[in-house]
C-alpha cells in the first residue's frame, strides 16, 4: 500500500489549503483514513480522521476550520484547511488502516506565514 501527499504549500494566515491523500497498491476492506501532523519540536498529533461509512473526528483546536472527506471509488481523502493559523505550520501525513495495520504516507509540508 502506497500514500502519496499532494496539496502542501506556503499560505498566508487567514488563508487556505487543500490536501490530498491517494491510496494504491492492495487496497480493499479499508476503514479509516486520516490526517496526522507534526510540528517542528513538537509530538505528532492527529488532525482529523474518518471512517468508510464517514463518520469523522477532530481535534479541538481545528474544529470549525478544517473539513476532512473521502471518495472511496478513488482511494483518496482530503483535507480542506481554511482559516489557516501560524501554528497550523508543521509536516501533515496521511494514513490509512487496514486489516490491522496503518499505512502512512511521507507527508507534505505547510506552512502558514506573511
Known amino acids: 500500500v502506497q500514500l502519496v501527499e499532494s496539496g502542501g504549500g506556503l499560505v498566508q494566515p487567514g488563508g487556505s489549503l487543500r490536501l490530498s491523500c491517494a491510496a494504491s497498491?492492495?487496497?480493499?476492506?479499508?476503514?479509516?483514513m486520516g490526517w496526522n501532523r507534526q510540528a517542528p519540536g513538537k509530538q505528532r498529533e492527529l488532525v482529523a480522521q474518518?471512517?468508510?461509512?464517514?463518520?469523522?473526528n477532530y481535534v479541538d483546536s481545528v474544529k470549525g476550520r478544517f473539513t476532512i472527506s473521502r471518495d472511496n471509488d478513488k482511494n483518496t481523502v482530503y483535507l480542506q484547511m481554511n482559516s489557516l493559523k501560524p501554528e497550523d505550520t508543521a509536516v501533515y501525513s496521511c494514513?490509512?488502516?487496514?486489516?490491522?495495520?496503518?499505512?502512512w504516507g511521507k507527508g507534505t509540508l505547510v506552512t502558514v506565514s506573511s
Open positions: 494514513y490509512l488502516d487496514q486489516n490491522g495495520m496503518r499505512y
Open positions: 474518518i471512517t468508510r461509512g464517514g463518520t469523522t
Open positions: 497498491g492492495s487496497i480493499f476492506n479499508f476503514n479509516t
